[in-house]
């Protein structure tokens, strides 16, 4: 059985990985993966402390996670898609869509 704690400090890095990603990055689909790398984070939490207290409800609540990430996944990949026609660019330093 692996320890809480490594659980929680694998988790802890997964996320950090995914923040760096995040604030790094300029390219929309690895931030858009980042952004995934901190939710599989998350979902590990919620696992590690569902086996800690020999219980289900966090093995459900990362099910219902996932599910929520799933959908993400398919309209945010619609958007980039629409974005990359509309701009012929993925970078988000380089879209302006929001200005008048």
């Given at each position: 059985m692996i320890p809480l704690s490594w659980a929680l400090i694998l988790s802890a890095v997964v996320f950090v990985i995914g923040v760096i990603g995040v604030l790094i990055r300029r390219n929309a689909i690895v931030i858009f993966m980042s952004i995934e790398l901190m939710l599989n984070a998350a979902n590990l939490v919620f696992v590690a402390f569902s086996?800690?207290?020999?219980?289900?409800?966090?093995?459900?609540?990362?099910?219902?996670?996932?599910?929520?990430?799933?959908?993400?996944?398919?309209?945010?990949?619609?958007?980039?898609?629409?974005?990359?026609?509309?701009?012929?660019?993925?970078?988000?330093?380089?879209?302006n869509l929001l200005k008048g």
């Open positions: 086996q800690h207290l020999r219980s289900i409800d966090g093995q459900v609540f990362v099910f219902f996670v996932m599910t929520v990430a799933a959908a993400e996944v398919a309209v945010g990949l619609a958007i980039i898609v629409n974005l990359f026609r509309l701009r012929e660019t993925v970078m988000v330093d380089e879209v």
